[in-house]
């Protein structure tokens, strides 16, 4: 089965925590402190396998989480690092944020990788709050949480060549002559619902890889039929190869057949009408594709060139095969030569410039965004000396500030995360 489109959950690993302790040595009665810090999280991170073709195992794991890292030790003993948590995804994979749809990364290349959640930083242990005011400081900080989201995985396929053209014209059986492909065949339309790969070598040891497509129907732009599965996957390819049905065997003109096709392509992305295309007039063994072929080209202005073919009996295949191939290398050497800056991206989402927002529900004021609830849950609240150190915290961040400035009063209810405060003078 061919999956190209997947929602997956992603989590970080927390870090792991710092502690409290002193040292407990025979002949040191005041021994200072030698709580550890805790090690960090993993993080998820997606790795491009040039042996993957579809996101099929995504149907059966949805939900990935990496490791937390180990809490501190005694004795000034970090914790360790947990490792990375790795997942594979195929060449031409686009990530993508499933709640705001911003692009995180574009995976095209062997082995590229990007961190899509990452782990959190250890919590540090009292031996890192000593300072010559409080030398056995009572204070330690949980593990920074992990960053977690839910992601779209969308496969767009990376082929050099894509077969286009109306269902049944021949497409799936061009692919399994030229290659070692096995799509479905079958006398009726959308025998092809989903892509096939298949890499065709010449006589000559050049080779390529070609996708044959799923058909095209009129409104496919629109996603009618099997359209936007389709469209996808052309915008990847280097050049088309528009395959016909000279012999008109569905009723169909070709000539028209030609031009909706490429409306199609238009309507959807400008730039894919205008991709380079070579035009194959296939079934040219049956009854009146010579004739058909000859008005195919009167509707021209000027010469084209046109490769009749019989995919069912090879008849010219091996010459279309030669000019795809030396058309693709044109093409690859004007690519190498313009360059795209838009390939290979890996994209950065820019964090939001407020640190927190206040709302009011009733006598409840909630003070909400990622930095004030992750230094909240980095803090161990069973240390009062720790909760000295959130509440000045809070102030530096001038969230005491903002909740008076809305309206909050002495003894009001604050809620930050799943935790309730009363507002005083020391916020304490």
């Known amino acids: 089965m061919f999956v190209d489109k997947v929602k997956i959950y992603v989590k970080g690993g927390d870090g792991g925590n710092g502690i409290v302790a002193f040292r407990r040595e ?11 810090d805790g090690g960090r999280g993993g993080n998820v991170v997606l790795r491009v396998d040039q042996g993957l073709r579809t996101l099929m195992d995504f149907r059966y794991q949805k939900h990935f989480k990496a490791d937390r890292g180990e809490n501190g030790r005694s004795k000034g003993q970090h914790g360790a690092n947990a490792k990375d948590r790795v997942i594979f995804v195929p060449p031409g994979t686009i990530v993508k944020n499933a709640d705001t749809q911003e692009v995180i990364a574009d995976l095209v290349e062997s082995d590229q990788e990007v961190i899509v959640a990452r782990g959190g930083r250890g919590g540090r242990g009292n031996i890192r709050f000593a300072t010559a005011v409080n030398p056995a400081p009572q204070i330690a900080e949980n593990g920074e949480p992990g960053e977690e989201c839910w992601l779209e995985l969308e496969l767009k396929l990376l082929a050099d060549v894509g077969l286009i053209g109306y269902p049944s014209v021949g497409k799936s059986t061009l692919l399994s002559v030229v290659s070692k492909a096995k799509p479905k065949i079958g006398a009726y339309h959308f025998t092809t619902i989903h892509p096939n790969l298949g890499v065709v070598r010449l006589s000559d040891g050049r080779s390529f890889v070609m996708a044959d497509l799923p058909g095209l129907i009129e409104g496919a732009h629109q996603g009618i039929g099997l359209g936007h599965q389709f469209l996808r996957h ?13 012999a008109a065997t569905e009723g169909r003109d070709p000539y028209q057949d030609f031009q909706q096709i490429n409306q199609e392509l238009k309507r959807y992305r400008q730039d894919l009408a205008e991709r ?6 296939n079934k040219m063994d049956l009854p009146q594709a010579e004739e058909n072929l000859t008005v195919f080209k009167s509707h021209f202005q000027e010469e084209i060139d046109v490769y009749p073919i019989s995919a069912e009996t090879r008849q010219g295949v091996d010459q279309l095969l030669f000019a795809i191939i030396a058309l693709l290398e044109k093409v690859e050497k004007e690519m190498e030569k313009s360059g795209d800056p838009e390939q290979h991206k890996v994209y950065q989402v820019e964090e939001p410039a407020s640190l927190f927002t206040i709302r009011q529900e009733n ?30 915290r809070m102030k530096q961040l001038g969230v005491e500030d903002a909740l008076r400035q809305k309206g909050a009063k002495e003894g009001d209810t604050i809620r930050i995360g799943e935790m309730e405060f009363e507002l005083s003078d020391s916020f304490d």
């Open 234 to 246: 052309v915008e990847r390819t280097k050049i088309l190869v528009h395959v016909l049905d000279m």
């Open 363 to 392: 006598d409840l004021f909630i003070v909400e965004g990622k930095k004030i609830e992750q230094i909240m849950q980095m803090t161990n609240f069973e240390y009062h000396e720790s909760v000295l150190r959130f509440g000045q």
């Open 26 to 36: 025979k002949y040191v009665p005041r021994g200072g402190p030698a709580g550890g």
């Open 276 to 281: 380079p295309q070579i035009i194959v007039a």
